[in-house]
């Protein structure tokens, strides 16, 4: 699934997987929406699989940013990988700028492995007005524990302290950011059991449980759709 092709691509470094696609509205733009794709942090899945997504939040009326980062099997890994997040996350405005384009506090987004760079970014200084995580691999020790993606964790870590990636811990406070997790039931990929236990440490975070499978979050048409456009366009509650 590659759908429809981006308005522009820009670039963040000189690596080859240091691009951002965007996918931009017909109108000026509510909000910009960064998406962060997922696949267990593995080269084999790319950016390309949610721009069925990102058009459809384009549509919505977003400016919608999926950074490009490399993954494990093609250069990335821990710190590599969340450094390529950060880098493209904090070029973004000036990018957006030099091709006239508006830029405001992000929304940021993150599908499963995804989930954990947009919640690993929210304790970054990068300014960020809402994360929404969607079936996010947000407790790696737990993630190592019950070997989720055949060891994906384990070989985005390298055998390194999962801690200093790891959302579980790294929310020692309440973020400036809105955080708002949305998990499927029957998720056989990322378990809701992650999010759940997430919330629980963290009871000012959000969780939205909603039916369906993993896939299904990032599916424009599918019936938990409705859910996540809303969390990601609606306004942010008052502190």
Same mark, same amino acid.
């Given at each position: 699934?590659?759908?429809?092709?981006? &308005?522009?691509?820009?670039?963040?470094?000189?690596?080859?997987?240091?691009?951002?696609?965007?996918? @931009?509205?017909?109108?000026?733009?509510?909000? /910009?929406?960064?998406? %962060?794709?997922?696949?267990?942090?593995? =080269?084999?899945?790319?950016?390309?699989?949610?721009?069925?997504?990102?058009?459809?939040?384009?549509?919505?009326?977003?400016? *919608?940013?999926?950074?490009?980062?490399?993954?494990?099997?093609?250069?990335?890994?821990?710190?590599?990988?969340?450094? &390529? *997040?950060? $880098?493209?996350? =904090?070029?973004?405005?000036? #990018? /957006?700028? $030099? %091709?006239?384009?508006?830029?405001?506090?992000?929304?940021?987004?993150?599908? =499963?492995?995804?989930?954990?760079?947009? @919640?690993?970014?929210?304790?970054?200084?990068?300014?960020?007005?809402?994360?929404?995580?969607?079936?996010?691999?947000?407790?790696?020790?737990?993630?190592?524990? #019950?070997?989720?993606?055949?060891?994906?964790?384990?070989?985005?870590?390298?055998?390194?302290?999962? &801690?200093?990636?790891?959302?579980?811990? @790294?929310?020692?406070?309440?973020?400036?950011?809105?955080?708002? #997790?949305?998990?499927?039931?029957?998720? &056989?990929? *990322?378990?809701? =059991?992650? $999010?759940?236990?997430?919330?629980?440490?963290?009871?000012?975070?959000? %969780?939205?449980?909603?039916?369906?499978?993993?896939?299904?979050?990032?599916?424009?048409?599918?019936?938990?759709?409705?859910?996540? %456009?809303?969390?990601?366009?609606?306004?942010?509650?008052?502190?």
């Amino acid at each position: 699934m590659t759908g429809p092709l981006p &308005d522009a691509v820009v670039r963040y470094a000189d690596h080859d997987d240091a691009v951002i696609d965007l996918h @931009l509205p017909e109108g000026a733009a509510e909000r /910009l929406v960064v998406l %962060l794709h997922g696949g267990f942090w593995k =080269s084999e899945w790319d950016r390309r699989h949610t721009r069925p997504m990102a058009r459809a939040l384009a549509e919505a009326g977003c400016t *919608v940013a999926t950074p490009e980062y490399r993954r494990v099997g093609g250069g990335g890994g821990w710190p590599v990988t969340g450094d &390529d *997040v950060l $880098s493209a996350v =904090s070029r973004l405005p000036d #990018l /957006l700028g $030099s %091709l006239g384009i508006a830029a405001g506090v992000p929304v940021v987004t993150g599908h =499963s492995a995804g989930g954990q760079l947009a @919640l690993w970014l929210a304790t970054t200084d990068v300014p960020i007005d809402r994360v929404v995580a969607l079936a996010p691999v947000c407790d790696l020790r737990e993630a190592i524990r #019950l070997d989720l993606g055949d060891g994906a964790t384990h070989a985005l870590l390298d055998g390194a302290d999962p &801690d200093p990636a790891d959302p579980m811990v @790294l929310f020692t406070s309440r973020p400036s950011a809105e955080v708002v #997790l949305i998990h499927d039931v029957d998720d &056989d990929d *990322v378990p809701l =059991s992650l $999010s759940r236990g997430f919330v629980e440490r963290h009871p000012w975070v959000e %969780l939205r449980e909603v039916p369906g499978d993993h896939m299904g979050l990032i599916e424009p048409g599918s019936a938990v759709w409705p859910t996540v %456009l809303a969390a990601l366009t609606e306004r942010r509650s008052p502190l």
